[in-house]
Nanobody
C-alpha cells in the first residue's frame, strides 16, 4: 500500500511563497495521478491541483491557476506544490492524494491514498 507524507507547510505572509512536498513510500506506477486538495475550517475539502506521476498533464483549480505549480521529481518519489503569491484565503490543511487511475481528476472520490495533511497559514 502506498503511503503519502506531506511536508513544507507553515506560516507565510500574503504575497509570499511556500513549497509543499508529498513523498511516496514506494515507487508508483507511471500512470497514476497525484492530486492536492485543501480544507479550511468549516469548509468542505476542495481540489487544488493534480498531475500525472509520469509528468506532463496537469490540472488546476481556477482559484490557484497562475499562482500554484505542481511538479514531480521521479528520482525522489516526490510531488511538489509550489505556492506563489499566496493569499489569506489559501489558508487550509493541504492534503496530497494518489489515484490509481491514469488521468488527473478534481474529484476526491477518485483518489485512493491520502496523506495526513500539512497546515498552511497565510497572514494578511
Amino acid at each position: 500500500q502506498v503511503q503519502l507524507v506531506e511536508s513544507g507547510g507553515g506560516l507565510v505572509q500574503a504575497g509570499g511563497s511556500l513549497r509543499l512536498s508529498c513523498a511516496a513510500s514506494q515507487r508508483t506506477f507511471n500512470d497514476v495521478a497525484v492530486g492536492w486538495f485543501r480544507q479550511a475550517p468549516g469548509k468542505e475539502r476542495e481540489f487544488v491541483a493534480a498531475i500525472r506521476w509520469s509528468g506532463g498533464r496537469t490540472y488546476y483549480a481556477d482559484s490557484v491557476k497562475g499562482r500554484f505549480t505542481v511538479s514531480v521529481d521521479n528520482a525522489k518519489n516526490t510531488v511538489f506544490l509550489q505556492m506563489n503569491s499566496v493569499k489569506p484565503e489559501d489558508t487550509a490543511v493541504y492534503y496530497c492524494a494518489g489515484s490509481v487511475y491514469g488521468y488527473v481528476s478534481s474529484r476526491a472520490e477518485e483518489y485512493t491514498y491520502w496523506g495526513q495533511g500539512t497546515q498552511v497559514t497565510v497572514s494578511s
